[in-house]
């Protein structure tokens, strides 16, 4: 079966820091790959997804960056997070050509 | 911008009854899905209807379309106090875009 890990868990970060959220997908191959934030009270913002290694997809300009490495791994980054930075990231996967996401279990970053 | 919008935000009932969340967008859609999030943590994929269908059934789930009025609806029969959580619905496009955009959720509390 197919498992999402997400890490860590929880983060709390100086504005200024550098930022790195990993997500890797368990039992499939080539899966389309999502990161969303999620503000406190709101629904979820897609910032970036990949259909395939090294190739990343920005829906909002802002100051964080995505890169996939390897089929199975996604990494969210920043340079220099800002308070505005704060909430809950997610990572989602879904199988080639279908609608169907399925999440890992977020990162609570707070940005101090 | 979101496309589905959910309503009511809050929902608060007593378990054994019925719970029924709204759902309407705003442009063509080629499916709409319903996902659970229990506080603080990822989203648990529930149902996909497609545009082409009126209704489908999953356990206690209930959802229908009417994409004349755009719009959806959640029905959760005889809820149980672990049916608390938000429950948010999301739109998928035309196309080879795979892309979802979720709405703001709607917050179940159903009470023991």
């Known amino acids: 079966s197919q498992t999402i890990h997400q890490w860590p868990a929880t983060l709390v970060q100086p504005v200024g820091s550098p930022l790195s959220l990993e997500c890797t997908v368990e039992g499939t191959s080539n899966p389309n790959l999502y990161w969303y934030r999620q503000a406190a009270g709101r629904g979820l913002q897609l910032l970036f997804y990949?259909?395939?290694?090294?190739?990343i997809s920005s829906e909002v300009p802002q100051n964080l960056s995505a890169s996939r490495p390897q089929d199975r791994q996604f990494i969210l980054s920043s340079k220099k997070l800002l308070l505005s930075d704060s909430g809950f990231y997610l990572c989602?996967?879904?199988?080639?050509?279908?609608?169907?996401?399925?999440f890992g279990p977020g990162t609570r970053l707070t940005v101090t | 911008s979101q496309q589905g919008e959910e309503d009511p935000q809050a929902l608060s009932i007593q378990e054994g009854e019925n719970a029924t969340m709204n759902c309407s967008y705003k442009t063509s859609i080629n499916n709409l899905q319903w996902y659970r999030q229990n506080s603080g943590r990822g989203l648990v994929h529930l149902i996909l209807i497609r545009s082409n269908e009126r209704e489908k059934h999953s356990g206690r789930l209930r959802v229908t379309l009417d994409t004349s009025k755009k719009s959806s609806s959640l029905l959760i029969t005889a809820s149980r106090a672990a049916d608390t959580a938000s429950y948010f619905c999301a739109t998928g496009g035309q196309g080879s875009n795979y892309k979802l955009t979720f709405g703001k959720g709607t917050l179940l509390t159903v009470n023991p």
């Open positions: 989602a996967w879904s199988v080639p050509n279908a609608y169907e996401q399925y």
């Open positions: 990949s259909v395939g290694i090294g190739q």
